[in-house]
T-cell receptor
Framework: DTGVSQNPRHKITKRGQNVTFRCDPISEHNRLYWYRQTLGQGPEFLTYFQNEAQLEKSRLLSDRFSAERPKGSFSTLEIQRTEQGDSAMYLC??????????????FGDGTRLSIL | QKEVEQDPGPLSVPEGAIVSLNCTYSNSAFQYFMWYRQYSRKGPELLMYTYSSGNKEDGRFTAQVDKSSKYISLFIRDSQPSDSATYLCAMIMNSGYSTLTFGKGTMLLVSP
């Protein structure tokens, strides 16, 4: 069990640029989640994949955000035309379990996005 | 009112103290409860995962759930400076999708 891996750990970019983050889940986990965490707050749900299917998206996920999980393995989260308000820690989590199960989610160390 | 309420602290205690961390929630649909520990600039680390009302113990940690009062607690015995971190409560509804709803987190400082 190598844990959930996220890259890069820190991304600094200018407002208006596009950024992409990668998440590699624990290998046997078929569920993958993206959360966003701002300073002093708990993580907030963004989107959820069961294998390669994106099953749920939060209203926080504006049309500038897109996530993919090709082949049900790693996932990418892209933010287009970044804004100051996008500055946050982007966390990825994974869990095992068939639809309806509630196995615990394990988190990576996140990608910290800083918008200049 | 937020779905999950948690006092942000900070909570400062001396080494060896018993620590009590708490969360309340408003939605009775929450059925699974977790406690995560988060160190600065790190991701949340799962500490405890419970479903039933009552107590669950793991080493120095005890998780307590009272579904009738919509109240959960985490107790840390013999606290250590290495326990200094932010503690997040999280919960899941018993539905087909397992998205976590978190509290704000409580910052704990354990002084030597």
């Amino acid at each position: 069990d190598t844990g959930v891996s996220q890259n890069p750990r820190h991304k600094i970019t200018k407002r208006g640029q596009n950024v992409t983050f990668r998440c590699d889940p624990i290998s046997e986990h078929n569920r993958l989640y993206w959360y966003r965490q701002t300073l002093g707050q708990g993580p907030e749900f963004l989107t959820y994949f069961q294998n390669e299917a994106q099953l749920e998206k939060s209203r926080l996920l504006s049309d500038r955000f897109s996530a993919e999980r090709p082949k049900g393995s790693f996932s990418t989260l892209e933010i287009q035309r970044t804004e100051q308000g996008d500055s946050a820690m982007y966390l990825c989590a994974s869990s095992s379990g068939a639809t309806g199960g509630n196995q615990p989610q394990h988190f990576g160390d996140g990608t910290r996005l800083s918008i200049l | 009112q937020k779905e999950v309420e948690q006092d942000p602290g900070p909570l400062s205690v001396p080494e060896g103290a018993i620590v009590s961390l708490n969360c309340t929630y408003s939605n009775s649909a929450f059925q699974y409860f977790m406690w995560y520990r988060q160190y600065s600039r790190k991701g949340p680390e799962l500490l405890m995962y419970t479903y039933s009302s009552g107590n669950k113990e793991d080493g120095r940690f005890t998780a307590q759930v009272d579904k009738s009062s919509k109240y959960i607690s985490l107790f840390i015995r013999d606290s250590q400076p290495s326990d200094s971190a932010t503690y997040l409560c999280a919960m899941i509804m018993n539905s087909g999708y397992s998205t976590l709803t978190f509290g704000k987190g409580t910052m704990l400082l354990v002084s030597p």
